[in-house]
């Protein structure tokens, strides 16, 4: 059996990756994404494949984790995403919480922290 904790990883891997196949498969069809404590940002493959799709998009996409929590099927990762913004490049810190169900991931809440913009 997959733990909640491998099932989480294989979704950081595929993301780093930018392998949608694979990320997709880490998702339960019905899935759901929200913002922490807010409004439903995607539910199902159909809103949240583009989602991630054009996230991929960017060149230099990249989360690195910081630190992991597994409590039973809930998992919370603190990750640093450098992303592409208008701006320029950078990252932010995002707080990730996870609910995996029967080996995939049912529900996920994301709060994400203020950009910060690299020198140069």
Do not use: W
């Not at 994404?33 to 949240?48: N, R, Y």
């Not at 060149?59 to 630190?67: C, E, F, G, K």
């Not at 597994?70 to 990730?96: H, Q, S, W, Y």
Request: net charge negative.
């Amino acid at each position: 059996m997959t733990t909640p904790a491998a099932v989480v990883q294989a979704q950081l891997d595929a993301y780093n990756a930018k392998d949608i196949d694979a990320l997709m498969g880490t998702y339960a069809p019905d899935a759901q994404q929200f913002t922490l404590h807010g409004p439903l940002l995607a539910e199902g493959s159909e809103q949240i494949r583009p989602r991630y799709v054009a996230r991929f998009a960017e060149p230099d996409l990249h989360a690195r984790l910081l630190s992991r929590t597994v409590l039973g099927n809930i998992v919370i990762d603190l990750e640093v995403v450098t992303r592409n913004f208008p701006e320029g490049k950078g990252a932010v810190e995002m707080l990730c919480i996870y609910e995996v169900v029967e080996g995939r991931i049912a529900r996920a809440s994301f709060a994400v922290g203020p950009a910060t913009l690299y020198a140069g």
